[in-house]
């Protein structure tokens, strides 16, 4: 038998859940879990974990070192493989500033945009928005889609009567926006894309221009492909005629 982390008081297994970190023990009723989340987790085929408040803070700092981790190769992929022109950007970055990017992707993940979609012509700002958002659903949603929903919608920028503005739309979650962008049948001019960050929209643009200047100077056996909304540069083989 075992004392409470919280209220260090005796606890035994039947009345508490275990940590999944430091293995210690905690009342049910100084989880502030709910009854359902106690069944999940007591589960012998739970896909859930518990952490005590002390070990959750290790859990999203771990989590948080995991996608530097995955940030930096990307950077580094970058400056490896787009030549001089994508190296200065990344070649500066402190600890803070991507931490800063990381949150920021992880933000905007819950998001795409939508490009062209032409804009309404309702008198106040609330029906402008709700005629938005019906006609994005009408444009980015095909077959069945009951479950996805879109949370909200808004304008990006000042209203200029000569240019369309960008549409950010946003997700219950980052699974929705995926699995949207995913089935995205393109129609007309109507672009989707990932909501990206500032630092992305740069690459975004180093690495097209790289690729037209490339092109211009007869490299002809390369392509952009996108990955994630992300941009890079391949070779293809030439067909032997």
Same mark, same amino acid.
């Given at each position: ?163 369309? !503005?960008? *549409?950010?739309?946003?997700?219950? &979650?980052?699974? +929705?926006?995926?699995? $949207?962008?995913? @089935?995205?049948? %393109? ?6 894309? !990932?909501? *990206?960050?500032?630092?992305?929209? &740069?690459?975004? +643009?180093?690495?097209? $221009?790289?690729? @037209?200047?490339? %092109? ?26």
């Amino acid at each position: 038998m075992s004392n409470c982390t919280y209220c260090g008081k005796k606890g035994r297994n039947n009345d508490c859940v275990t940590c999944d970190i430091c293995r210690k023990l905690v009342h049910t009723d100084c989880s502030g879990l709910s009854r359902m989340e106690i069944e999940c987790i007591r589960s012998n085929s739970r896909k859930i974990h518990y952490y005590c408040d002390k070990c959750d803070i290790v859990a999203t700092i771990n989590k948080l070192k995991s996608e530097l981790d995955v940030l930096k190769s990307e950077l580094e992929v970058m400056k490896n493989n787009q030549g001089n022109v994508a190296r200065s950007d990344n070649d500066n970055l402190s600890a803070e500033e991507l931490i800063t990017e990381v949150e920021e992707r992880n933000r905007r993940a819950y998001n795409l945009i939508l490009f062209n979609l032409s804009e309404s012509d309702e008198e106040t700002d609330v029906k402008r928005n709700e005629n938005d958002t019906s006609r994005a659903g009408q444009t980015i949603f095909s077959g069945e889609h009951e479950k996805i929903k879109i949370m909200s919608c808004c304008r990006l920028g000042k209203y200029n009567n000569e240019k369309i !503005r960008p *549409l950010r739309i946003s997700f219950e &979650n980052p699974q +929705y926006a995926t699995e $949207t962008l995913r @089935k995205y049948i %393109r129609k007309e001019k109507l672009y989707l894309n !990932r909501d *990206l960050t500032r630092r992305q929209q &740069n690459q975004c +643009y180093m690495i097209r $221009t790289e690729f @037209k200047n490339r %092109r211009e100077q007869g490299e002809d056996d390369i392509i952009l492909k996108y990955s994630n909304g992300i941009p890079k540069i391949q070779k293809v083989e030439k067909k032997n005629s």
